[in-house]
């Protein structure tokens, strides 16, 4: 498989086996996934959800089992993707937006729960401190806002000691080594992980003042914030 050209292009073809290569390729992907349901807040009942980079829509299809009668809309840059989500939520209610993050207005004061799964990690710093103030804003009050991802800085000196164990992990999936070659390709080309420590305290600066981390191994971990 080769890298394509933009974010759009990579996840229409990445769209295919979605799944199970993210389940080969992320280390403990299915509890991250399942984190975005395991810890919420007691008696939480979110009316309107936002998922952003909905992918193929495991995250939402997760919280629909919780919440069906919820109204969602879920965002991803891939038409693919999208196309993969219209067809898995025929029966619910449910808004799809083709659009990047940055040019994306979200609507102020209005969702409970906004999520994001492993979608994070293709925004650089600045682009994640300027998300978080927008997620803020578009939440209402007692909202929460949750996301799994890799959370490690590229330049921090434990990143090589994270790339090898990952290796072990992938190549242990796929053992001829083709599926690790092309995931580090997409990796240089579009990925920016920042450490957990630092999105914590952009949450913080977004006006976030309860932030936790309910799941974390190594650095994949899920982050959990609530506009109080
Ligand atoms: C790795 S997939 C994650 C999908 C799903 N949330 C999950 O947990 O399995 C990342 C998704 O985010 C979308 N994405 C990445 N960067 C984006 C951006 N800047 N704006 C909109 N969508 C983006 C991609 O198209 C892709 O579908």
């Given at each position: 498989?080769?890298i394509?050209?933009?974010?759009?292009?990579e996840?229409?073809?990445?769209?295919?086996?979605?799944?199970s290569?993210?389940?080969?390729?992320?280390p403990?992907?299915?509890?991250?996934?399942s984190?975005?349901?395991?810890?919420?807040?007691?008696?939480?009942i979110?009316?309107?959800?936002l998922?952003?980079?909905?992918?193929?829509g495991?995250?939402?299809s997760?919280?629909?089992?919780?919440f069906?009668?919820?109204n969602?809309?879920?965002?991803d840059?891939s038409q693919?993707?999208?196309?993969?989500?219209?067809?898995r939520?025929?029966?619910?209610?449910?808004?799809?937006?083709?659009?990047y993050?940055?040019?994306?207005?979200?609507?102020?004061?209005?969702y409970n729960?906004?999520?994001?799964?492993?979608?994070?990690?293709?925004?650089d710093?600045?682009?994640?401190?300027?998300l978080?103030?927008?997620?803020?804003?578009?939440?209402?009050?007692?909202?929460?806002?949750?996301?799994?991802?890799?959370?490690?800085?590229?330049?921090?000196p434990?990143?090589s000691?994270?790339?090898k164990?990952?290796?072990?992990f992938?190549n242990?999936?796929?053992?001829?080594?083709?599926?690790?070659?092309?995931?580090?390709e997409?990796?240089?080309?579009?990925?920016?992980p920042?450490d957990?420590?630092?999105?914590?305290?952009?949450?913080?600066e977004a006006g976030?003042?309860?932030?936790?981390?309910?799941f974390?191994?190594n650095y994949?971990?899920?982050?959990?914030?609530?506009k109080s």
């Amino acid at each position: 498989m080769r890298i394509e050209k933009n974010i759009e292009k990579e996840f229409n073809v990445f769209s295919k086996d979605y799944t199970s290569d993210m389940i080969g390729c992320v280390p403990h992907y299915s509890k991250l996934v399942s984190a975005f349901t395991s810890y919420l807040p007691k008696n939480f009942i979110p009316k309107y959800i936002l998922d952003l980079g909905c992918g193929n829509g495991n995250v939402t299809s997760k919280i629909l089992q919780l919440f069906p009668e919820s109204n969602f809309t879920l965002l991803d840059a891939s038409q693919e993707m999208i196309t993969l989500c219209k067809a898995r939520f025929k029966t619910y209610k449910v808004k799809y937006v083709k659009s990047y993050f940055n040019d994306y207005r979200f609507k102020s004061d209005y969702y409970n729960l906004i999520t994001a799964g492993f979608s994070l990690h293709h925004c650089d710093s600045e682009e994640k401190k300027s998300l978080f103030k927008r997620i803020y804003k578009s939440l209402k009050k007692g909202g929460v806002f949750s996301f799994s991802d890799l959370m490690v800085n590229k330049n921090k000196p434990e990143h090589s000691k994270l790339l090898k164990e990952w290796e072990a992990f992938v190549n242990k999936n796929f053992p001829d080594g083709e599926k690790w070659e092309w995931l580090m390709e997409h990796y240089n080309e579009f990925d920016y992980p920042d450490d957990y420590t630092d999105q914590m305290q952009w949450l913080k600066e977004a006006g976030f003042t309860i932030i936790n981390l309910p799941f974390k191994e190594n650095y994949w971990i899920n982050i959990q914030a609530v506009k109080s």
